[in-house]
């Protein structure tokens, strides 16, 4: 079945230092990706997405690619900010109505000033 | 957009009380519902998942149930909470290939 693996965390870095956030995932056809953010305390927020091969989604200073070939989904962001730290999902989801979002296990994510 | 209303946000039962937690949905219809529980510093555990009214399918056999009476309400259950039924619990909407949208959650604290 359709599955996505994340690095496990916790990753700490310090403010201003690339961050990169490992995602792939084993699917049939050609899923939508997404990265989802979960700030303390609160529900999930959708961070960025791509619905096809080679797209680009971004948002505030993240970055991820939609690499077909190595099913991959990396999440990046040049330079990270304390506000930043939170907990990061991986996810997709196949354009069917049967289908169900699959997430992975998430990635915390701490910086330090 | 969707807006995903979630009550109460916080919650402290005594074992063996029942539960009931709400979830509602703004801003679409017909739309996809799931209930996850989230272990402290965990990931995403689904629990159930719905495609229309009355239609549940149970993800992880426990303690709980779900009924969606309406198209936009979904409903976490359980008779007689457990010690391990504690978590964060987060309801969340979605259709198609779009976006999930996600409440607020519940903390669960069982006691």
């Known amino acids: 079945g359709d599955s996505v693996t994340q690095m496990e965390g916790p990753v700490t870095l310090s403010e201003e230092a690339f961050l990169t956030i490992n995602c792939t995932y084993t699917?049939?056809?050609?899923?939508?990706l997404f990265w989802y953010v979960q700030y303390p305390g609160e529900g999930l927020q959708l961070l960025l997405k791509?619905?096809?091969?080679?797209d680009k989604g971004s948002n505030k200073g993240f970055e991820a690619t939609y690499r077909k070939e190595t099913t991959s989904f990396h999440l990046e962001k040049g330079s990270v900010q304390v506000s930043d730290s939170a907990v990061y999902f991986c996810?997709?989801?196949?354009?069917?109505?049967?289908?169900?979002?699959?997430f992975g296990s998430g990635t915390r994510l701490s910086i330090r000033p | 957009s969707q807006t995903i209303h979630q009550w109460p946000a916080t919650l402290v039962q005594p074992v063996g009380s029942p539960l009931s937690l709400e979830c509602t949905v703004e801003?679409?219809?017909?739309?996809?519902l799931y209930w996850y529980r989230q272990a402290a510093g965990r990931g995403l555990q689904l629990l159930f998942y719905?495609?229309?009214?009355?239609?549940i399918s149970s993800e992880v056999p426990q303690n709980l149930s779900a009924s969606r009476p309406q198209d936009r309400q979904f409903i976490l259950s359980s008779k007689k909470l457990l010690l391990s039924d504690s978590g964060f619990y987060l309801c969340?909407?979605?259709?198609?290939?779009?976006?999930?949208?996600f409440g607020q959650g519940t903390r669960l604290t069982v006691v």
């Open positions: 996810a997709l989801r196949r354009y069917s109505s049967a289908s169900k979002i699959i």
């Open positions: 699917a049939t056809g050609y899923p939508s």
């Open positions: 791509a619905t096809k091969a080679d």
């Open positions: 801003g679409t219809s017909n739309p996809n």
């Open positions: 719905s495609v229309g009214i009355g239609q």
């Open positions: 969340a909407s979605e259709q198609g290939n779009t976006e999930a949208f």
